[in-house]
């Protein structure tokens, strides 16, 4: 598997509050140990998309594995041309900034928004241009990302393509390993 397309919870979905809100320390966390797992099976590409949340989140995760792994590259594919343009200030800056940090950045749309057509063009595009999805969402704690795991549920019924689930249960043991590595480092310092 060398394309992996990783989404999930957008950050008001989850209730994260700035940048330093523990969620989201928990959430990247979750993504680096599921990145780096990839990494051992031969990941190459991570396509996702500018969502704030998870998306964003793993540019951020992924940008900082570079270090170690300087042939994992990051792409974020836009469903149109002026995605974000209706966000507040800060998160279009915050948006710009990661644009210019990645290795490949592009729209499927190159129009402004014009309906959900594009957003439908936009996941059928991350389908065939990855070989598995990493989705964090919890059928039971709906938010936005439903959408993309019915279409990922209904490419698997035509063709196989792996989707790694990550649920709230999974969430709740990965905060639980980071608040006890956090405590032995604060332990050892």
Known sequence: MSRLWITGYRSYEIGTFG?????ILVMKYAIKQLVRQQLENGLEWVLTGGQLGVEQWTIEVVLALKKDWPMLKVAMMLP???FGSQW???SQSKLQVLKQ???FVDSVSHATYQGPGQLQ??????LNHTDA?????????EGKAKYDYKIIQQHQRK???PLTLIDMDQLQDYATTYSEQ???NDFFE
């Open 19 to 23: 940048d330093k809100d523990p969620k």
């Open 80 to 82: 149109f041309e002026d």
């Open 88 to 90: 507040q200030p800060n």
């Open 101 to 103: 940090g990645v290795d």
């Open 121 to 126: 063009n936009y996941q059928a595009f991350m």
């Open 133 to 141: 999805a990493l989705l964090f969402y919890d059928p039971e704690f």
């Open 159 to 161: 063709t196989p393509y």
């Open 182 to 184: 956090q405590a032995e």
